[in-house]
């Protein structure tokens, strides 16, 4: 089965502090893409990030940071030093090929509020 | 480039009425989506298009609503006639593929549909 967990339903910290979205996909494809969006209260859908399955580097932006595992099929977020603008729902999203048809499902989304 | 452009950003419909949303993709994008996000059930997609022809429309729910592709930068989304558990927020997004590589999607702002 063809899947994405994001098993973190709600997550609430006090800023400052660090903390990480998990996502864990389920593939048999050897190529897909992973994804991250951010969607903040005023509801637009933003892209964070993207990475394809042959490229385990880890990514860091800013206070962003993304650990992708193949061997434990996870692609986990880290924001450090969190701040309330980053109070949002945050998506993990997989894309594969399935009878030469593009598919890209979502996880449920993590709610992630970041308390002053 | 302007992004995708979704219109109208708010519509406030009676049940039984006739709902057109509409969608730009961002220009040289060759796939299109159409989603539907409520509280209940998250963000589902509803219908893809790969060079304006649909792919997949197994998510549409059922025959009241309809998607068209009539040209590369233009499509809409009809749902007649309208219910009440229509109501939700519609995204509509792009992307540029070619053979295995996918981009990221690109999302409009969405359509906050009210059927009353």
């Known amino acids: 089965a063809q899947k994405v967990t994001q098993a973190q339903t709600e997550i609430s910290v006090v800023e400052k502090e660090d903390v990480t979205l998990d996502c864990v996909y389920e593939?048999?494809?050897?190529?897909?893409?992973l994804f991250w969006y951010k969607q903040p209260p005023s509801g637009e859908l933003v892209f964070l990030i993207r990475?394809?399955?042959?490229d385990e580097q880890n990514e860091i932006s800013g206070r962003y940071s993304w650990n992708f595992q193949k061997s434990t099929s996870s692609f986990n977020f880290t924001i450090t030093a969190s701040q309330v603008v980053d109070s949002a729902v945050y998506f993990c999203?997989?894309?594969?090929?399935?009878?030469?048809?593009?598919?890209?499902?979502w996880g449920a989304g993590t709610k992630l509020i970041i308390k002053p | 480039d302007a992004g995708v452009i979704q219109s109208p950003r708010h519509e406030v419909t009676e049940m039984g009425q006739e709902v057109t949303l509409r969608c730009k993709p961002i220009?040289?994008?060759?796939?299109l989506f159409w989603y539907r996000q409520t509280m209940m059930r998250g963000l589902e997609l509803l219908i893809y298009?790969?060079?304006?022809?649909?792919?997949?429309d197994s998510g549409m729910p059922e025959d009241r609503f309809s998607a068209k592709m009539p040209n590369a930068s233009f499509s809409t989304l009809k749902i007649q006639p309208s219910e009440p558990r229509d109501s939700a927020v519609y995204f509509c997004?792009?992307?540029?593929?070619?053979?295995?590589?996918?981009?990221?999607?690109?999302f409009g702002q969405g359509t906050r549909l009210t059927v009353v």
């Open positions: 997004a792009s992307s540029l593929g070619s053979g295995t590589v996918r981009t990221e999607a690109f």
């Open positions: 220009s040289g994008h060759d796939y």
């Open positions: 298009f790969n060079n304006n022809v649909p792919i997949d």
């Open positions: 593939t048999r494809d050897t190529t897909y893409y």
């Open positions: 990475r394809n399955s042959f």
């Open positions: 999203a997989l894309s594969f090929h399935m009878d030469s048809n593009y598919q890209l499902i």
